[in-house]
């Protein structure tokens, strides 16, 4: 959870993401790990459908979830400020001729005015208070109607969310969750569950993603091979012409 502490209060610049920077391979166990029952999957598509649209998954990474959007989607482009994970990205979706990879930041698209339905942006820190150019950003390249759709992780929920308040005793998730509510955002909140192959990748994952003093805790908290993760879906339609 280093990535919260070392923040500036600009949240208009790359934010670092030790956890996908340092491991993208235990990123990748993790990736795979969540939403078991496709829970957010199913949220996004009640939320705004992209079958045959047009969608920009921002922040995407090793660019997990653009095979996911590609099955329906008329074109993906995946943006992504970290020179590295790039590279991964564009292997990930080398079979597709209707998705693209970009480097870029969620307040520089380097998109065009009006070409996408559906923006996307997934355990997306970059994205919270602070954040007004991003969104302003997202409204340009969305079309009338589009949806900008921030999905990160819930903090107030038991157990996942008691973790990283411990790791994290500054962060207010009430206060972000406001933010939200003052930009305009409606708010969904979705309970997933994570399911590993094997306990020692569930422990390696919460190495990644906690101090070592909260994945102890975290370790000792948890019997088997899953978590349970509340995350919350904050969407805005936009309604600039
Ligand atoms: C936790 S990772 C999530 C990656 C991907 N969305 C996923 O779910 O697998 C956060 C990503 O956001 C990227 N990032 C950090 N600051 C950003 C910014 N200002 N604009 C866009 N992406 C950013 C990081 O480089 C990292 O790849």
Excluded at 104 to 111: K, V
Excluded at 127 to 141: D, S
Aim: hydrophobic share 40%.
């Amino acid at each position: 959870m280093s990535w919260l502490r070392s923040k500036d209060s600009r949240r208009d610049s790359v934010i670092a993401s030790p956890n996908i920077w340092k491991w993208p391979d235990i990123y990748e166990v993790e990736n795979h790990a969540q939403d078991a029952g496709d829970a957010i999957w199913s949220e996004l598509s009640a939320i705004a459908p992209w079958i045959g649209r047009d969608v920009v998954d921002v922040g995407c990474g090793t660019g997990f979830h653009l095979p996911r959007f590609a099955e329906t989607a008329r074109s993906v482009i995946g943006v992504e400020p970290h020179s590295p994970l790039l590279g991964h990205a564009r292997n990930r979706v080398l079979e597709f001729d209707h998705v693209n990879v970009l480097q870029g930041e969620a307040a520089r698209l380097p998109l065009e005015s009006r070409s996408a339905d559906l923006l996307h942006a997934r355990t997306a820190y970059f994205f919270g208070p602070g954040c007004e150019p991003g969104i302003r950003e997202a409204l340009r390249v969305l079309r009338h109607g589009g949806i900008l759709a921030i999905v990160d992780l819930d903090a107030t929920a038991f157990p996942y969310g008691t973790w990283m308040r411990d790791d994290l005793p500054k962060y207010q998730p009430l206060l972000v969750e406001d933010f939200f509510r003052r930009q305009g955002f409606s708010l969904r909140r979705v309970d997933t569950r994570w399911v590993f192959p094997t306990r020692a990748l569930l422990d390696e994952v919460l190495a990644i993603e906690f101090s070592p003093r909260v994945a102890a805790r975290a370790r000792r908290e948890t019997t088997g091979v899953t978590l349970d993760v509340r995350y919350r879906i904050h969407w805005l339609r936009n309604t600039l012409s």
